[in-house]
């Protein structure tokens, strides 16, 4: 099996990112902009960096698309080159297309033309934000659907010393602690009877409305 290609259409701060990202870990990236100053910002960076406008269906296959294996279509603004870059990346038959939605409905559409994954940066980075803004002992927060999520927190005194069964946290918040990280150990089967300590990172996953009464309750 050959290197997996990839290219990223769109050299804004979000694609830029993913573009830098992928070199750096030594993945082979092709990088796309209509934009020539954009390009060569990418010249030292990507694999290969080139001015194209991918609207254009003759340009990408001209580029040789067929052979990349994930594309991250990284236009924002304008919705209208996204949908129609997303379309024409996906009739060109690329096995994984990931995109990035400007709002709800620019998401409805890139689902029924098939994008496999879309993904709204400034939203979940937003709410993400604002749960550590809200409490600092909120580290991490990941959105798994519009009502699910999983929450990093880090114990406080509320739990120092107690173990899962003495904070009741299924019966009374209807979460599930699913990992405990103290230093470098990660026990990823916490078991009724495991003592939380102060400083120990618990991983909680559970419907947002339970979450935010077990963050009020104990975090
Ligand atoms: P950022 O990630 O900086 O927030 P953004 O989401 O606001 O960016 P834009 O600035 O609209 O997105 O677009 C990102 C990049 O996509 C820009 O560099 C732009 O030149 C490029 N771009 C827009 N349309 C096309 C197209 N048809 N073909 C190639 N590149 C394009
Ligand atoms: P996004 O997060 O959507 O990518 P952005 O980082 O590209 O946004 P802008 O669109 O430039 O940033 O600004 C974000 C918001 O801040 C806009 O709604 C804009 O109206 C607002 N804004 C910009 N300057 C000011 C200001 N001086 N006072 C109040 N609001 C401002
Ligand atoms: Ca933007």
């Given at each position: 099996?050959?290197?997996?290609?990839?290219?990223?259409?769109?050299?804004?701060?979000?694609?830029?990112?993913?573009?830098?990202?992928?070199?750096?870990?030594?993945?082979?990236?092709?990088?796309?902009?209509?934009?020539?100053?954009?390009?060569?910002?990418?010249?030292?960076?990507?694999?290969?960096?080139?001015?194209?406008?991918?609207?254009?269906?003759?340009?990408?296959?001209?580029?040789?698309?067929?052979?990349?294996?994930?594309?991250?279509?990284?236009?924002?603004?304008?919705?209208h080159a996204s949908i129609l870059t997303t379309l024409i990346v996906k009739e060109l038959g690329i096995s994984t297309i990931t995109v990035k939605a400007q709002n709800d409905y620019h998401e409805k559409v890139l689902e029924k033309i098939g994008a496999d994954e879309?993904?709204?940066?400034?939203?979940?980075?937003?709410?993400?934000?604002?749960?550590?803004?809200?409490?600092?002992?909120?580290?991490?927060?990941?959105?798994?659907?519009?009502?699910?999520?999983?929450?990093?927190?880090?114990?406080?005194?509320?739990?120092?010393?107690?173990?899962?069964?003495?904070?009741?946290?299924?019966?009374?918040?209807?979460?599930?602690?699913?990992?405990?990280?103290?230093?470098?150990?990660?026990?990823?089967?916490?078991?009724?009877?495991?003592?939380?300590?102060?400083?120990?990172?618990?991983?909680?996953?559970?419907?947002?409305?339970?979450?935010?009464?077990?963050?009020?309750?104990?975090?």
């Open positions: 099996m050959g290197k997996r290609l990839y290219a990223v259409i769109g050299l804004g701060r979000f694609g830029g990112s993913i573009c830098k990202e992928l070199s750096r870990e030594g993945m082979e990236v092709l990088a796309i902009d209509n934009d020539e100053e954009k390009v060569n910002e990418f010249k030292e960076v990507a694999s290969h960096a080139v001015i194209a406008d991918s609207t254009d269906e003759i340009a990408l296959r001209d580029l040789g698309f067929r052979n990349i294996d994930h594309v991250i279509v990284a236009i924002g603004d304008n919705v879309i993904v709204h940066p400034e939203r979940d980075m937003g709410r993400r934000i604002a749960h550590s803004i809200i409490s600092s002992n909120i580290l991490d927060y990941l959105e798994l659907s519009d009502e699910h999520s999983v929450v990093e927190v880090k114990a406080g005194d509320r739990m120092d010393g107690e173990t899962i069964i003495d904070l009741d946290i299924r019966a009374r918040f209807g979460c599930n602690v699913v990992a405990i990280k103290r230093g470098k150990d990660i026990n990823v089967s916490p078991m009724a009877d495991d003592v939380i300590e102060k400083g120990d990172i618990i991983i909680v996953i559970g419907s947002d409305k339970d979450i935010h009464r077990f963050e009020k309750a104990l975090v």
